[in-house]
């Protein structure tokens, strides 16, 4: 069974970092472009950015919003990926998933979310 | 980037209803096109692939059409669970970007 748990999420003063993380299962890991997305409370649904696979030589792409201050990574031996957030806004307040790409770019699988609250 | 314009925002239908959604891609994307559906609290949750592909496990009154800039979600007869949020993605060009959503309420 496909898993996928977020985890990190919490309260930031804007202008701070945080780092989630999302633990893979149930597929190997290392084959899949993966992704995240955020969700601003009672808001529809923003891509943050993706990550492609070994073979495609783990490149990056970034929504507009983001790019400059996120990335992201992961780690295939640990079958992990990552979204490192830097000089946050209260504007990235958000449910972060991460999600499995299918071989057509969509989501399948998403993770449960975590919340991000940036305020002071 | 390429804009995804959904319509309506929300709608009112009742139990056993046929419901049609609209995307609009602000240029074409062949059939580069996904449909998911969100449940309050709830991850959302694949529903069609490549414009017209149901994802498997989804009931088959759920059906998408479309190519190039338009695309549709169709629900043949609107059950009880499918009172949801529903929102496109284009998938033909990074940033992998969503529409606004459409909200099906109970009339």
């Known amino acids: 069974e496909v898993q996928l748990v977020e985890s990190g999420g919490g309260l930031v003063q804007p202008g701070g970092s945080l780092r989630l993380s999302c633990a893979a299962s149930?597929?190997?890991?290392?084959?899949?472009?993966m992704g995240w997305v955020r969700q601003a409370p009672g808001k529809g649904l923003e891509w943050v950015g993706r990550?492609?696979?070994?073979?495609?030589?783990?490149?990056?792409d970034y929504a507009a919003s983001v790019k400059g201050r996120f990335t992201i990574s992961r780690d295939d031996s640990q079958n992990s990926l990552y979204l490192q957030m830097n000089s946050l806004k209260t504007e990235d307040t958000a449910v972060y998933y991460c999600?499995?790409?299918?071989?057509?770019?969509?989501?399948?699988?998403w993770g449960q979310g975590t919340l991000v609250t940036v305020s002071s | 980037d390429i804009q995804m314009t959904q319509s309506p925002s929300s709608l009112s239908a009742s139990v056993g209803d046929r419901v049609t959604i609209t995307c609009r891609a602000s240029q074409r994307i062949s059939n580069y096109l996904s449909w998911y559906q969100q449940k309050p609290g709830k991850a959302p949750k694949l529903l069609i692939y490549?414009?017209?592909g149901l994802q498997s496990g989804v009931p088959s009154r759920f059906s998408g059409s479309g190519s190039g800039t338009d695309f549709t979600l169709t629900i043949s007869s609107l059950q009880p669970e499918d009172f949801a949020t529903y929102y496109c993605q284009q998938t033909n060009s990074s940033p992998l970007t969503f529409g606004g959503g459409t909200t099906v309420e109970i009339k």
């Open positions: 490549s414009a017209s």
């Open positions: 999600a499995r790409e299918g071989s057509g770019w969509y989501y399948v699988y």
């Open positions: 149930g597929f190997t890991f290392s084959d899949h472009y």
């Open positions: 990550i492609r696979n070994k073979v495609n030589s783990y490149i990056t």
